[in-house]
């Protein structure tokens, strides 16, 4: 009887680890097209701000392939439309490399609709690499902080990868979004993981494909992040010089707080980039509620409910604070598409010395650029 146990559990074993480590790659046809949402300014010798606003579904993230396919595409675009030079910086939106996470998993991950789901489906596929993960966790949310752990060598390779090979192929300067990386620092040109908290960080690169500066630390994680990422200090911020002038990176929230711009203010910053992710189908129209999981800055009046989102975004972020750090210019970019159940929402924008403008609402990928 011990010895047919015994055969059973050996049996049981094998096909799940067959099972674990099977990982077949469906057929998807890709949306590879984009248009120019907003075109602002002349053309000149100063450069550019493009930003990317992609239509990103799960199915995207099976590979890192597709996205570059599909990022390449989005580019070979913008060149097209004679909106690609040296001088240009291109912005990519908030957690664009985050969901690299899902790279290379189980069909499931991708079949369902949520995202509690596919968390589980990538536990049941990855025990031993969990169980590494769950050991060095540190967040509240145990969970998301093992699969982003389990995962972090290749999200930070794929990242590198994917962002640093489109800027040197296109020869531009490119602000990386974001991802979720446990305590990332450049090392010989390469971005390396370490065994501390998780960070929201966002990387430059350069025309040549390596980083620029340290990854950029978000000061202000949302309450959707805080279980499993910590916020950095506003010392981390810092003011890169590109050849369209001194930029600086906000991520997100961080775009809200006057003490994220009196940061940058002592780095003189010519131009501001805000990579951006606003959950929720339809929230943009929708009253807007505060601030998501930080201190409300003492300088704002309007209260919850008398604005909406998208009003408060134009008043309360980049577009009403970009003077307080002397920069000249600013683009925000948000992550559209529907990965899991998140949803998205948000209307690109960009901002000068006339003001804002908000990008042209509407389905399918955008590009939205500012002549500097």
Not at 98 to 119: D, F, N, R, S
Not at 180 to 198: A, C, E, M, S, Y
Request: aromatic letters at 8%; proline letters at 6%; a negative charge.
């Amino acid at each position: 009887m011990r010895k047919l146990i015994f055969l059973i559990l050996v049996i049981l074993f094998a096909s799940y680890a067959g099972w674990a480590e099977r990982r077949p790659v469906g057929h998807y046809l890709s949306d590879l097209r984009s248009q120019v949402a907003l075109n602002q300014g002349e053309p000149s010798e100063r450069g550019n701000l493009l930003g990317i606003q992609p239509e990103l579904f799960t199915q995207d993230y099976q590979s890192v392939e597709r996205l570059q396919l599909k990022f390449h595409a989005y580019l070979a675009k913008a060149r097209d439309e004679g909106l690609i030079n040296p001088r240009t910086i291109v912005v990519f939106p908030e957690h664009i490399g985050t969901w690299l996470v899902a790279a290379g998993e189980k069909p499931e991950v991708y079949q369902t609709e949520h995202l509690q789901e596919a968390m589980e489906w990538m536990a049941a596929s990855n025990p031993l690499k969990l169980a590494r993960g769950w050991l060095g966790a540190k967040g509240e949310d145990r969970m998301a902080d093992a699969l982003f752990r389990m995962k972090a060598v290749d999200m930070a390779h794929d990242y590198q990868t994917l962002f640093g090979g489109l800027a040197k192929e296109f020869g531009v300067t490119i602000v990386a979004g974001s991802i979720v990386l446990p305590n990332p620092k450049i090392v010989d040109g390469q971005i390396h993981t370490g065994n501390g908290r998780l960070y929201n960080v966002s990387q430059v690169f350069g025309s040549d494909g390596l980083p620029l500066g340290k990854p950029q630390r978000k000061l202000y994680p949302i309450d959707d992040e805080k279980g499993f990422t910590r916020g950095g200090d506003a010392d981390d911020l810092q003011v890169l010089q590109t050849p369209a002038g001194r930029l600086g990176v906000l991520v997100c929230a961080d775009s809200w707080y006057p003490a994220s711009y009196a940061a940058l203010a002592t780095g003189r910053p010519d131009i501001i980039a805000v990579p951006a992710f606003l959950t929720g189908n339809g929230n943009w129209n929708k009253p807007w509620k505060g601030y998501n999981g930080a201190a409300t800055p003492t300088d704002v009046q309007p209260r919850p409910g008398e604005l909406t989102e998208g009003e408060a975004w134009e008043r309360l972020a980049l577009a009403g604070r970009i003077t307080e750090s002397g920069a000249r210019a600013g683009i925000t970019v948000f992550l559209r598409g529907h990965l899991w159940d998140l949803g998205s929402d948000g209307r690109s924008l960009v901002v000068d010395g006339n003001g804002h403008t908000l990008a042209a609402d509407g389905p399918g990928a955008r590009l939205i650029n500012l002549w500097l």
